[in-house]
């Protein structure tokens, strides 16, 4: 069964430390994303990749920043954690061309205290 | 505006009852037409996917695009408990990224 894998379902950190979330898909997909979830806001995309060591801003950016080193894995930094960053974090992964939609990991739930 | 609309709800229904889900969007270039379920604390799944107007039917569900309105439509036949979830729906032009609604929060009472 093919899927994206998050590294984890609940997080919770301390103001002002540095946060990793990672993503893993194994479906050799072109492009990940990483949206954020919160209720009355939908899903807002804070970065996207469509090829390794390629990354773009998407919606709301300020405050994070990703990686992807291997074309499976894509990671959102959270360079210095703020309570506002409390959220569902979402990765998603599609292939490029007309045929894809969007395949979803199961989200992580980080909680800034 | 938001490009894509879609109502919060919740809508509440009895098992049984035949639902209607609903999306309105204002770009006309959108061609590519996605439902979404999302399950309480799990990411989204794809439920339907269509490309341009007409319908396409899976089992129970039954996916409608009208793109002279600009609106698309779920409809969910003899809605069982187990389909209470949020519903997103999702469009796409010719690049790879998806526009999302809001969603709509389903609740099917036994």
């Known amino acids: 069964d093919v899927k994206v894998t998050q590294s984890s379902r609940y997080l919770v950190k301390r103001t002002g430390e540095k946060v990793f979330l990672e993503c893993v898909q194994d479906m050799d997909h072109e492009n990940m994303f990483w949206y954020r979830q919160d209720p009355g806001l939908g899903l807002r995309l804070i970065y996207f990749?469509?090829?390794?060591?390629?990354?773009e801003k998407g919606d709301i950016p300020e405050g994070y920043s990703v990686s992807r080193e291997k074309k499976e894995r894509f990671s959102l930094i959270l360079e210095s954690a703020s309570t506002n960053q409390t959220s569902m974090y979402l990765c998603?992964?599609?292939?490029?061309?007309?045929?894809?939609?969007?395949?979803f990991g199961s989200g992580t739930r980080l909680t800034v205290v | 505006q938001k490009e894509v609309e879609q109502d919060p709800g919740p809508l509440s229904v009895p098992e049984g009852a035949i639902v209607s889900l609903n999306c309105t969007y204002s770009n006309s270039a959108f061609q590519y037409f996605m439902w979404y379920r999302q399950y309480s604390r799990k990411g989204p799944e794809l439920l339907m996917y269509t490309y341009s107007s007409g319908n396409k039917e899976d089992g129970r569900f039954t996916a409608q695009v009208d793109k002279s309105s600009k609106y698309i439509s779920l409809f969910i036949r003899d809605s069982q408990p187990s389909d209470s979830a949020t519903y997103l729906c999702?469009?796409?032009?010719?690049?790879?990224?998806?526009?999302f609604g809001g969603g709509t929060r389903l609740m099917v009472k036994p």
């Open positions: 998603a992964s599609s292939r490029t061309g007309p045929s894809g939609g969007y395949t």
């Open positions: 999702a469009m796409r032009y010719a690049g790879n990224m998806l526009t």
């Open positions: 990749s469509y090829d390794v060591k390629m990354k």
